[in-house]
């Protein structure tokens, strides 16, 4: 296959510092862009090229892509995503897949049904510090992990809808961490301050368990991130804001990684996993495979999500099950 032909849905703000910059370094060639607001897309297209429409099933009928990205909101997301795949499609939406763990399963069910990708943008999956710990953790042996530990924080939300909550635009990135990590999750419970921070204790099936701290009290403008993983035998990490890590063996120091630069708060694509995401997008599309972050996995996390919400509100622990596709 010559280089990936792709069309982006979606003109609006992340789209376009996120998605837009990293096509053509990701290995792609962006032949058309398409948003209701025609203003929106013609600007994208100027500085990026690629064809304007308005309606994508135009779009999809003119240019025949070899994949199209999706960004322009959870609704949406599951709604586009098995128009594009029921035409042979490789899709790609940004997070979250769908606005429920239920629409999510239903888009899994359509990529099983057709045998078409459907990928979600879970940077972390694909950020440099988390890529480094998958392989670490891979290495430790069976049954070793003990614990995790997140602290994130962020600017305040209005928690006024769907892609404005903090747990489903926000926290959900975490979300999809532990799971990538640890793997996946039997019994939740979560406390929060009116949906604005949120204490949550993980039990794994593998036993380990975990916690995530998060509020939007903080900044968007200055990143913080503070990842600890535990394994028995004195093997720990630590995950510095996406960016710099520190592991041990037995107890005594084995890596240090700090970059030249601070990075964390957006500066490189691969330290955020912005740019690597649409990297395995791209050769996912020219390599018939499934990525890091496929949409069954997207749906387990969305499972997460909602058990989290749930134990909030009830004040009780709250079992996690995911349904088979």
Same mark, same amino acid.
């Given at each position: 296959?010559?280089?990936?032909?792709?069309?982006?849905?979606? &003109?609006?703000?992340?789209?376009?510092?996120?998605?837009? #910059?990293?096509?053509?370094? $990701?290995? @792609?060639?962006?032949?058309?862009?398409?948003? /209701?607001?025609?203003?929106? &897309? +013609?600007?994208?297209?100027?500085?990026?090229? @690629?064809?304007?429409?308005?309606?994508?099933?135009?779009?999809?009928?003119?240019?025949?892509?070899?994949?199209?990205?999706?960004?322009?909101?959870?609704?949406?997301? &599951?709604?586009?995503? #098995?128009?594009?795949?029921?035409?042979?499609? #490789?899709?790609?939406?940004?997070?979250?897949?769908?606005?429920?763990?239920? $629409? &999510?399963?239903?888009?899994?069910?359509? !990529?099983? +049904?057709?045998?078409? /990708?459907?990928?979600? @943008?879970?940077?972390?999956?694909?950020?440099?510090?988390?890529?480094? *710990?998958? +392989?670490?953790?891979?290495?430790?042996?069976?049954?070793?992990?003990?614990?995790?530990?997140?602290?994130?924080?962020?600017?305040?939300?209005?928690? *006024?809808?769907?892609?404005?909550?903090?747990?489903?635009?926000?926290?959900?990135?975490?979300?999809?961490?532990?799971?990538?990590?640890?793997?996946?999750?039997?019994?939740?419970?979560?406390?929060?301050?009116?949906?604005?921070?949120? !204490?949550?204790?993980?039990?794994?099936?593998?036993?380990?368990?975990?916690?995530?701290?998060?509020?939007?009290?903080?900044?968007?403008?200055? #990143?913080?991130?503070?990842?600890?993983?535990?394994?028995?035998?004195?093997?720990?990490?630590?995950?510095?804001?996406? !960016?710099?890590?520190?592991?041990?063996?037995?107890?005594?120091? !084995?890596?240090?990684?700090?970059?030249?630069?601070?990075?964390? *708060?957006?500066?490189? @694509?691969?330290?955020?996993?912005? /740019?690597?995401?649409?990297?395995?997008?791209?050769?996912?599309?020219?390599?018939?495979?499934?990525?890091?972050?496929?949409?069954?996995?997207?749906?387990?996390?969305?499972?997460?999500?909602?058990?989290?919400?749930?134990?909030?509100?009830?004040?009780?622990?709250?079992?996690?099950?995911?349904?088979?596709?």
């Amino acid at each position: 296959m010559s280089e990936p032909r792709i069309c982006i849905v979606g &003109a609006g703000h992340l789209s376009t510092n996120r998605i837009y #910059p990293y096509v053509g370094a $990701a290995g @792609g060639v962006l032949v058309a862009v398409c948003d /209701l607001d025609r203003a929106k &897309a +013609e600007r994208n297209a100027r500085r990026w090229g @690629g064809a304007v429409y308005v309606d994508v099933e135009e779009m999809l009928d003119a240019e025949r892509p070899d994949g199209v990205i999706i960004c322009i909101g959870p609704g949406a997301h &599951a709604e586009l995503a #098995p128009v594009v795949m029921r035409r042979g499609v #490789p899709v790609y939406t940004e997070k979250p897949p769908a606005p429920t763990a239920a $629409a &999510a399963l239903d888009v899994a069910r359509v !990529s099983k +049904e057709t045998g078409v /990708l459907c990928s979600t @943008g879970f940077k972390k999956r694909y950020a440099a510090a988390y890529v480094r *710990a998958r +392989e670490w953790i891979d290495s430790l042996p069976a049954g070793a992990l003990q614990m995790i530990s997140v602290t994130r924080g962020s600017g305040p939300y209005s928690n *006024a809808d769907a892609r404005h909550e903090f747990l489903l635009d926000f926290v959900i990135h975490v979300i999809d961490l532990v799971q990538y990590l640890m793997g996946d999750v039997d019994e939740v419970f979560a406390m929060t301050r009116e949906g604005h921070a949120y !204490s949550i204790s993980l039990r794994f099936v593998s036993g380990a368990v975990g916690s995530i701290c998060t509020s939007d009290g903080r900044s968007f403008e200055v #990143p913080t991130e503070e990842v600890e993983i535990t394994a028995e035998g004195g093997h720990f990490m630590s995950i510095h804001n996406s !960016s710099c890590w520190r592991i041990a063996r037995e107890g005594k120091p !084995s890596e240090w990684r700090e970059p030249p630069t601070f990075s964390s *708060a957006g500066d490189s @694509g691969r330290d955020t996993g912005h /740019l690597a995401e649409l990297e395995d997008f791209i050769s996912a599309i020219e390599e018939g495979r499934p990525t890091r972050s496929a949409i069954y996995e997207s749906y387990k996390s969305m499972v997460l999500y909602e058990a989290i919400k749930g134990s909030a509100a009830s004040g009780r622990p709250v079992a996690v099950e995911y349904q088979d596709i």
